[in-house]
């Protein structure tokens, strides 16, 4: 936990977000956790926290976007829940944010002839 003294994230706190998101947070995106950013739920100039219950990883195309997209995430438990924007969701229900399918493991190949 770095509080407020750090605006960025540790090499160790980017490894547990990756154990924990598994890449991006946001449902459908694959972008795997190498390739996304450390995210603060709230925002870090509103007295947001550099710790891991309050960062996602998320993608640089959702990074960029985040404020205006309609996307929104929550911390509830140190998990992340996402709600979609009305165009994907008109639901606008709060779901958990799974594990991203880009970390899940690929069948092993048959390397019999």
């Given at each position: 936990h770095?509080?407020?003294?750090?605006?960025?994230?540790?090499n160790?706190?980017?490894?547990?977000?990756a154990?924990?998101?598994?890449?991006c947070?946001i449902?459908?995106?694959?972008?795997?956790?190498?390739?996304?950013?450390?995210?603060?739920?709230?925002?870090?100039?509103?007295?947001?926290?550099?710790?891991?219950?309050?960062?996602?990883?998320?993608?640089?195309?959702?990074?960029?976007?985040i404020?205006?997209s309609?996307w929104?995430?929550d911390?509830?438990?140190?998990?992340?829940w996402?709600r979609?924007?009305?165009?994907?969701?008109?639901?606008?229900t709060?779901?958990?944010?799974?594990?991203?399918?880009?970390?899940?493991?690929?069948?092993?190949?048959?390397?019999?002839?």
């Amino acid at each position: 936990h770095l509080g407020t003294t750090n605006r960025f994230f540790t090499n160790s706190q980017r490894r547990a977000l990756a154990a924990r998101d598994g890449g991006c947070v946001i449902p459908g995106c694959t972008v795997p956790p190498h390739l996304t950013q450390a995210h603060h739920v709230i925002p870090w100039n509103k007295g947001g926290l550099t710790n891991i219950d309050n960062a996602v990883l998320i993608c640089n195309a959702a990074h960029a976007s985040i404020e205006t997209s309609g996307w929104n995430i929550d911390m509830r438990h140190g998990r992340p829940w996402v709600r979609g924007p009305l165009i994907f969701d008109p639901t606008q229900t709060w779901r958990p944010a799974g594990q991203n399918r880009a970390a899940t493991p690929a069948e092993k190949p048959h390397w019999e002839k």
